[in-house]
Structures are given as structure tokens and as C-alpha cells.
């Protein structure tokens, strides 16, 4: 088993020339590159050989070396996990999905707004691609 943790870094100025993307516009000013909120929290312990992707939108797949370094590293199966269910796990769950990557999403280490954006992401995620699980089923060997 391999960990793979993102960071959500935003540049302050990746949204000053958007024609419609624009995280800040929607989430406010958040993430900035350089600032505290864009660092992992203490309460992760990234170990040495855990791989840390930076991206910079919703999606861990969107411009960023993720699947190159799963390719590389033989890694064809993902659990997923994080926040916000239904904005980057969604998206990277679903990116993951159409680069012929196994995404099980597992439903109950999941954060969220409201519970029906859980609810909402988990069931889209089992439609699109039939692999949900709770963290209570998992084993590893």
C-alpha cells in the first residue's frame, strides 16, 4: 500500500485572467501558495515515503504528475478519501475512473458541507463506477 496525500495550493494570481474557473469567486480566497491553510495539518503523519501532489483545482489529476507516478509505481487501484466529498473527491474519483483507474471511495472518511453532498457524491460515485466502501471493511494484508 502507497499513500498519496494533496494539497490544494493556489497561487494568488491563478484566477486573475480566468474567463470562468474561478475558485475564489465561488469558495473566496483559500489555499493561498505560501500560506498556512495550504500546508498538510499536523495531524497527518506523512511518512518519507508517502507521495504529497500539489494541485491546484478540484481534480488531483488535472495538471499534475498523479497518474504519471501511479503508472510508474504499478498502482492501478485508489482509495479515496477526503474533503469535500462532493468537489475534489468527486472530481478526482472521477477522473480517476476514465484514466482506467479502480476509484473505491470510502464513504465514511469523507467531510462535507451538508450531509446530503456526501450522500450525493457516494451514490454518484457507486453509479458511475460500482466501488464504494467503508473504512470498517477495508483490510489490508
Known amino acids: 500500500m502507497q499513500i498519496v496525500y494533496t494539497r490544494d495550493v493556489h497561487p494568488p494570481e491563478q484566477f486573475d485572467d480566468a474567463h470562468?474557473?474561478?475558485?475564489?469567486?465561488r469558495w473566496g480566497e483559500h489555499v493561498v501558495e505560501d500560506s498556512w491553510e495550504a500546508?498538510?495539518?499536523?495531524?497527518?503523519?506523512v511518512a518519507d515515503d508517502d507521495h504529497v501532489v500539489v494541485k491546484h483545482t478540484y481534480d488531483a489529476f488535472y495538471q499534475t504528475?498523479?497518474?504519471?507516478?501511479?503508472?510508474?509505481h504499478g498502482i492501478d487501484d485508489l482509495l479515496i478519501c477526503g474533503t469535500l466529498a462532493n468537489v475534489c473527491v468527486f472530481h478526482t474519483a472521477g477522473s480517476a475512473g476514465v484514466r482506467d483507474?479502480?476509484?473505491?471511495v470510502v464513504e465514511d472518511a469523507l467531510g462535507y458541507i451538508e450531509e446530503g453532498d456526501r450522500e450525493y457524491a457516494v451514490d454518484h460515485c457507486e453509479f458511475l463506477f460500482g466501488e464504494v466502501t467503508t473504512s470498517e471493511e477495508l483490510s489490508f494484508g
Not at 470562468?20 to 469567486?25: A, K, L, S, V
Not at 500546508?39 to 503523519?45: A, K, Q, R, S, T
Not at 483507474?101 to 473505491?104: A, E, G
Request: charged share 35%; net charge negative.
Open 65 to 72: 504528475e498523479l497518474e504519471g507516478w501511479l503508472n510508474a
Open 101 to 104: 483507474f479502480k476509484p473505491v
Open 39 to 45: 500546508e498538510i495539518v499536523d495531524d497527518l503523519p
Open 20 to 25: 470562468y474557473y474561478d475558485e475564489f469567486d
